[in-house]
């Protein structure tokens, strides 16, 4: 008959154990750190997955910008000063910046290959004034769409070709 353990006991004992336990002390300083009378930038979330991180002794920041990591580095003394009196081994406080994500959103309904497509197709012939504002542009547009990879730029550089291509056309 086998032995029942719980996952608790079956995780302890697994090669993930030294993970679980690293991952355990840096949720209970990051606890500590917001609970710290030190003042830290008010966007900074010491909670928040993945901002703070225990290896060695030594603690790991990450700060979604370099104003926030400047500010952070501005009340590392007292910071460690405070988590070491209340019994944590930090031996070295380091912040990297790690920016967060873009507030640009990608639905999908206009950045796939068939809009690189449509982007690519031949401007419209040119119309006395527009041939001189618009359609250079759209050209450009066009072309920029065309060499950018699949990334966020490359995806606004093709909706920018769809929207010029439109108001080119809706206008004639």
């Known amino acids: 008959m086998s032995e029942t353990r719980s996952l608790a006991e079956a ?11 690293r991952i355990e002390s840096s949720r209970k300083l990051a606890a500590a750190m917001a609970a710290a009378p030190v003042a830290l930038p008010p966007a900074f979330d010491p909670m928040r997955p993945g901002c703070c991180e ?21 009340v590392l003394p ?3 000063r405070t988590l070491q009196q209340q019994g944590h081994q930090v031996n ?14 990608n639905d999908g309904k206009h950045f796939d290959i068939a809009a690189r497509g449509a982007a690519s ?8 004034h527009l041939a001189d504002t618009a359609l250079p542009v759209l050209s450009f547009a066009q072309k920029l769409a065309l060499t950018l990879p699949d990334s966020s730029l490359g995806r606004a550089a093709t909706a920018l070709a769809i ?3 439109r108001r080119i ?3 004639r």
Do not use: F, W
């Open 92 to 105: 070295e406080i380091t912040v990297r910046v790690q920016p967060a994500r873009t507030s640009y959103t």
């Open 169 to 171: 056309t809706n206008n």
């Open 54 to 74: 225990l290896r060695d002794g030594v603690l790991i920041l990450t700060a979604a910008s370099s104003a926030e990591s400047s500010k952070l580095r501005q």
């Open 121 to 128: 197709q031949d401007a419209p012939q040119e119309d006395g």
């Open 11 to 21: 995780l302890a004992a697994s090669p993930a154990a030294a993970l679980l336990r």
């Open 78 to 80: 007292g910071l460690q």
């Open 163 to 165: 929207a010029l291509k």
